[in-house]
Protein backbone atom coordinates (compact mmCIF):
# COMPACT_ATOMS: atom_id res chain seq x y z
CA UNK A 1 0.00 0.00 0.00
CA UNK A 2 0.75 3.45 -0.79
CA UNK A 3 1.33 6.16 2.41
CA UNK A 4 -0.45 9.26 2.11
CA UNK A 5 -0.77 12.86 4.07
CA UNK A 6 -0.14 12.33 7.82
CA UNK A 7 -2.28 14.36 10.48
CA UNK A 8 -2.31 14.44 14.42
CA UNK A 9 -5.13 12.46 15.93
CA UNK A 10 -6.16 10.98 19.67
CA UNK A 11 -7.06 7.39 19.50
CA UNK A 12 -10.38 8.23 20.29
CA UNK A 13 -10.91 10.23 17.26
CA UNK A 14 -9.18 7.60 15.24
CA UNK A 15 -11.52 4.72 16.42
CA UNK A 16 -14.76 6.45 15.61
CA UNK A 17 -13.04 7.63 12.19
CA UNK A 18 -12.53 4.57 11.15
CA UNK A 19 -15.88 2.92 11.94
CA UNK A 20 -17.59 5.24 9.03
CA UNK A 21 -14.28 5.32 6.97
CA UNK A 22 -14.26 4.88 3.50
CA UNK A 23 -10.44 4.16 3.04
CA UNK A 24 -8.48 2.41 5.94
CA UNK A 25 -6.29 4.57 7.88
CA UNK A 26 -3.43 3.18 10.36
CA UNK A 27 -2.53 5.46 13.90
CA UNK A 28 1.22 5.55 14.41
CA UNK A 29 1.88 7.56 17.30
CA UNK A 30 -0.79 10.04 17.35
CA UNK A 31 -0.53 10.58 13.06
CA UNK A 32 -3.34 9.29 11.01
CA UNK A 33 -1.91 8.05 7.82
CA UNK A 34 -4.24 7.35 4.82
CA UNK A 35 -4.04 3.97 3.25
CA UNK A 36 -4.41 4.12 -0.63
CA UNK A 37 -3.66 2.01 -3.70
CA UNK A 38 -2.42 -1.45 -3.47
CA UNK A 39 -1.07 -2.67 -6.33
CA UNK A 40 -2.42 -5.55 -8.36
CA UNK A 41 0.81 -7.98 -7.62
CA UNK A 42 0.07 -6.87 -4.00
CA UNK A 43 -3.69 -7.55 -4.04
CA UNK A 44 -2.64 -10.93 -5.50
CA UNK A 45 0.03 -12.18 -3.46
CA UNK A 46 -1.83 -11.28 -0.56
CA UNK A 47 -4.73 -13.08 -1.49
CA UNK A 48 -2.82 -16.19 -2.94
CA UNK A 49 -0.68 -15.98 0.64
CA UNK A 50 -4.61 -15.54 2.81
CA UNK A 51 -5.82 -18.59 0.44
CA UNK A 52 -3.10 -20.86 1.46
CA UNK A 53 -2.72 -20.44 4.82
CA UNK A 54 -6.22 -20.46 5.15
CA UNK A 55 -6.86 -23.96 3.39
CA UNK A 56 -3.75 -25.01 5.18
CA UNK A 57 -5.09 -24.12 8.67
CA UNK A 58 -8.74 -24.92 8.35
CA UNK A 59 -8.53 -27.98 10.34
CA UNK A 60 -6.72 -26.79 13.19
CA UNK A 61 -7.30 -24.16 15.86
CA UNK A 62 -6.23 -21.07 13.83
CA UNK A 63 -7.57 -18.03 12.71
CA UNK A 64 -6.73 -16.26 9.47
CA UNK A 65 -7.30 -12.72 8.48
CA UNK A 66 -6.41 -10.49 5.56
CA UNK A 67 -6.14 -6.76 5.46
CA UNK A 68 -9.04 -5.31 6.52
CA UNK A 69 -8.64 -6.60 10.45
CA UNK A 70 -6.76 -3.77 12.81
CA UNK A 71 -3.75 -5.15 14.50
CA UNK A 72 -3.49 -3.00 17.91
CA UNK A 73 -0.03 -3.90 19.18
CA UNK A 74 0.79 -3.27 22.79
CA UNK A 75 1.46 -0.50 24.45
CA UNK A 76 1.69 3.08 22.38
CA UNK A 77 -1.51 2.48 20.73
CA UNK A 78 -0.73 2.01 17.63
CA UNK A 79 -3.40 0.47 15.03
CA UNK A 80 -2.00 -1.28 11.49
CA UNK A 81 -3.51 -3.25 8.70
CA UNK A 82 -1.13 -5.85 7.90
CA UNK A 83 -1.70 -7.65 4.69
CA UNK A 84 -2.01 -11.30 6.71
CA UNK A 85 -1.85 -12.52 10.01
CA UNK A 86 -2.95 -15.79 11.97
CA UNK A 87 -4.06 -16.12 15.57
CA UNK A 88 -3.09 -19.42 17.27
CA UNK A 89 -6.12 -20.31 19.39
CA UNK A 90 -9.05 -17.35 20.01
CA UNK A 91 -8.19 -14.45 18.55
CA UNK A 92 -8.25 -11.27 21.30
CA UNK A 93 -10.31 -8.67 20.13
CA UNK A 94 -10.00 -5.23 21.63
CA UNK A 95 -13.71 -4.35 21.35
CA UNK A 96 -17.18 -5.82 20.79
CA UNK A 97 -17.54 -5.14 17.34
CA UNK A 98 -14.28 -7.32 16.55
CA UNK A 99 -12.63 -4.98 14.28
CA UNK A 100 -9.19 -5.45 16.22
CA UNK A 101 -6.70 -7.97 17.57
CA UNK A 102 -4.16 -8.07 19.05
CA UNK A 103 -2.50 -11.82 19.39
CA UNK A 104 -1.32 -12.88 16.50
CA UNK A 105 1.40 -15.47 16.14
CA UNK A 106 2.25 -15.00 12.52
CA UNK A 107 2.15 -11.79 10.42
CA UNK A 108 2.72 -10.91 7.19
CA UNK A 109 3.42 -7.91 4.64
CA UNK A 110 3.57 -7.59 0.65
CA UNK A 111 6.50 -4.95 0.29
CA UNK A 112 6.26 -2.11 -2.37
CA UNK A 113 8.66 0.69 -2.81
CA UNK A 114 7.01 2.93 -1.22
CA UNK A 115 6.43 1.19 1.89
CA UNK A 116 9.32 -1.66 2.26
CA UNK A 117 11.89 0.43 4.59
CA UNK A 118 9.01 1.24 7.14
CA UNK A 119 7.80 -2.17 6.52
CA UNK A 120 11.10 -3.66 7.49
CA UNK A 121 11.95 -0.89 10.48
CA UNK A 122 9.17 0.82 12.13
CA UNK A 123 6.51 -1.04 11.80
CA UNK A 124 8.71 -4.48 12.81
CA UNK A 125 9.36 -2.46 16.28
CA UNK A 126 6.08 -2.27 16.76
CA UNK A 127 4.87 -5.85 15.77
CA UNK A 128 8.44 -7.01 18.32
CA UNK A 129 6.48 -6.35 21.08
CA UNK A 130 3.38 -8.81 21.02
CA UNK A 131 4.12 -11.28 22.90
CA UNK A 132 2.36 -14.17 20.61
CA UNK A 133 4.21 -13.42 17.78
CA UNK A 134 6.67 -16.10 16.55
CA UNK A 135 7.32 -15.05 12.71
CA UNK A 136 7.46 -11.92 10.66
CA UNK A 137 6.95 -12.60 6.52
CA UNK A 138 7.72 -10.07 4.18
CA UNK A 139 6.89 -11.02 0.45
CA UNK A 140 8.27 -8.74 -2.17
CA UNK A 141 5.99 -8.07 -4.58
CA UNK A 142 7.72 -7.68 -7.96
CA UNK A 143 10.73 -10.78 -8.12
CA UNK A 144 10.91 -13.96 -6.02
CA UNK A 145 12.20 -12.82 -2.56
CA UNK A 146 10.84 -13.54 0.89
CA UNK A 147 12.16 -12.61 4.29
CA UNK A 148 11.24 -14.39 7.21
CA UNK A 149 11.83 -13.27 10.66
CA UNK A 150 11.22 -16.07 13.04
CA UNK A 151 11.63 -15.49 16.85
CA UNK A 152 14.70 -17.38 18.53
CA UNK A 153 14.28 -16.36 22.05
CA UNK A 154 13.90 -12.67 24.03
CA UNK A 155 14.16 -9.46 21.65
CA UNK A 156 16.24 -12.19 19.48
CA UNK A 157 14.88 -12.64 15.54
CA UNK A 158 16.80 -14.78 13.46
CA UNK A 159 16.42 -13.44 9.43
CA UNK A 160 16.06 -16.44 6.45
CA UNK A 161 15.68 -14.70 2.91
CA UNK A 162 14.59 -16.97 0.60
CA UNK A 163 15.29 -15.70 -3.39
CA UNK A 164 14.33 -17.70 -6.43
CA UNK A 165 11.03 -19.40 -7.44
CA UNK A 166 12.64 -23.06 -6.32
CA UNK A 167 12.40 -21.96 -2.84
CA UNK A 168 10.35 -23.02 -0.21
CA UNK A 169 9.82 -21.70 3.14
CA UNK A 170 8.32 -23.80 6.23
CA UNK A 171 6.62 -21.57 9.35
CA UNK A 172 7.20 -22.43 12.85
CA UNK A 173 3.99 -20.74 13.91
CA UNK A 174 1.74 -22.85 12.30
CA UNK A 175 1.62 -26.32 10.49
CA UNK A 176 2.75 -24.93 7.07
CA UNK A 177 4.72 -24.71 4.06
CA UNK A 178 5.41 -22.91 0.72
CA UNK A 179 6.81 -22.59 -2.28
CA UNK A 180 7.97 -19.36 -4.00
CA UNK A 181 6.60 -20.81 -6.89
CA UNK A 182 3.11 -21.15 -5.87
CA UNK A 183 2.96 -18.17 -4.08
CA UNK A 184 3.99 -16.49 -7.25
CA UNK A 185 2.13 -18.54 -9.56
Known sequence: ???????????EEYLAQEEVAQEKNELIRGEMIQMVGASANHNLLTGKLHARLLLALEDYDYTVFMSDMKLCPPHFQNYFYPDVMVING??????AKQTTVTNPCLIAEILSVSTE?????????????????????????????????????????????????????????????????????
Open 1 to 11: MVVTIAKSITV
Open 90 to 95: EPCFTN
Open 117 to 185: GFDKNQKFTFYRMIPELQEYLLIDQCAYRVELYRKIGDRQWLLTELIGEEEVFTLESVPVQITLADLYK
